[in-house]
């Protein structure tokens, strides 16, 4: 099981960026990065979770949910063991707490549904207010 742990979070203006990061650790004998997908989720104060991007095992595959494609970007650098997101041109109604997920199941894409999803970190938090 992996462990995941999010970092980068914080209060930021509407407009502004940040870059979230997710390390990973706890690889097994044999077991690597490129092993593992990765997804993006957040939550939002009284809501549920949802997914926001994802990531394929080789880096080829992208996914982003609606409200943010063309202001965040998910990258992977698997020598670093590290997943970003980059978030840009934030409003209020992205702030939450961010996840980050792993799982070894899908070879080719990603998802951003929770249950498609294996190993968790704690979440960082962002607020986004002037």
């Known amino acids: 099981q992996l462990q995941l742990a999010e970092s980068g979070g914080g209060l930021v203006q509407p407009g502004g960026s940040l870059r979230l990061s997710c390390a990973a650790s706890g690889f097994t004998p044999g077991d690597v990065m490129g092993y593992y997908a990765f997804s993006w989720f957040r939550q939002a104060p009284g809501k549920e979770r949802e997914g926001v991007s994802c990531?394929?095992?080789?880096?080829?595959?992208?996914y982003y949910d609606e409200p943010v494609k063309g202001r965040f970007t998910i990258i992977r650098d698997d020598d670093q063991n590290t997943v970003y997101l980059e978030l840009t041109r934030l409003k209020p109604e992205d702030t939450g707490v961010y996840y980050c997920?792993?799982?070894?199941?899908?070879?080719?894409?990603?998802?951003?549904?929770?249950?498609?999803?294996?190993?968790w970190g704690k979440g960082t938090l962002v607020t986004v207010s002037s």
């Open positions: 990531i394929s095992k080789n880096g080829l595959y992208v």
């Open positions: 997920a792993a799982s070894p199941r899908h070879n080719i894409n990603c998802v951003i549904y929770s249950d498609g999803m294996d190993d």
